[in-house]
């Protein structure tokens, strides 16, 4: 059957002008990579964080940024890295290539991100990280947990991969812990072309070598040199930090997506803004069927990446729910983020136990719904009739 509204991988629709500008660097970047539309990103992104020029490092996506974040912890062996259960899988897997011990840890039930509680629960005395993630784009208490790893000598990483543009109290998420990672997939709010993702780092003193760590570990050579070719154009060495030395990768992102997010950040917070209203509609208009709970923030600390429900009267009124509006509307919701410890991945590499009631239950009751900015008023008022009729159909058998 034809679906009327698929859930869509794609998040924006270009404008013209942002369109004419991805053009233009195409015709114009020299090169085309680790240009001057590079720098200028990353500027501009320090600018709307609030954070400071020359912290962040633009990367091909969100997992090579983890990726990035993983390698400079330095693990020891029986080193334990703390990650929620209830989030993608680039999260965590980037960790365990590092050789962490992964202790999952639970989310909050009203608001499925972690909490210091959460984060303190999990805690023990070989806990090196946390990563803290905000997802479905609603902020986590990054400031409480940020507290609890400075008392505890732990690092903080944010995964703000989902939540670009949320604030907690004034501030964006992704500026509240030691490193911060950033997803430009063409699925989240702010996308570079379907790929894209940056890095950012507080300490000072781990910047110099990002640019090598991105980059085959090419730098300049260390001496003066009569010819510039000899003996090559440039060095390679192992980037290091107090004495050890960090594997290189290339992880670059090219100038077209860079010279396009630069102006694309012009518009993210109007993105973001325009998800929030709507789906504060779709909740209001919701209100008389409590069996389907929402989070509902008013402010910028939800951007509303994903709308996403909990079925409170349990997960066979949850399938029901999923059936109809598939079968009979043609819309396709879906179920999010199977908690991590059960896939084969982690229960192969021993990580497979996990103590995450809230989780787990909010994965056999939840509903995440189609929500694309571009969605047309049309098909969001079908898909919100569709689902006041489809819910008071199941109240009826
Ligand atoms: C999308 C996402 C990532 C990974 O980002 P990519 O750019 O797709 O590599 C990491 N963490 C979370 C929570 C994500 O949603």
Redesign the pocket.
Known sequence: MELRIPFSGRSIRYTEEEIAVAAEAMRTAEPLTQGRHLRAFESAFARYQGVEDGSCFAV???????ELCAALLRLKPGDEVIIPSH?????AYPFVKQGARIVWCDVDADTHVVSAETVARAMTARTRAVVA???YGYAADARAIAGLCRDRGVALIE?A??SIGSELCGRKTGTFGDMA????????NFTTLG???LVWVRDPGLRPIMPMLRHNGHCAWNFDREDYWKPAMGNVDLPMLDGEGLQPANYCLGEVECALGCRLLDRLDSINDAKRARALRFIDALADFPELEFLREPTRRHNY?LLVARMTSGPEARDAFMRRMYAEHGIQCVVQYLPLNRYDYYRRQGFGEADCPNADLFFDTMISFPFQPWMSEEDFDYMLVRTRETLAGLRGN
């Open positions: 091909c996506n969100g997992t090579c940024a983890l989030t993608f899988t680039s999260s993630v905000h997802l995964d991969a989902q990672i950033f997803s430009f997939h063409s699925h989240k790929e894209g993702g990446h």
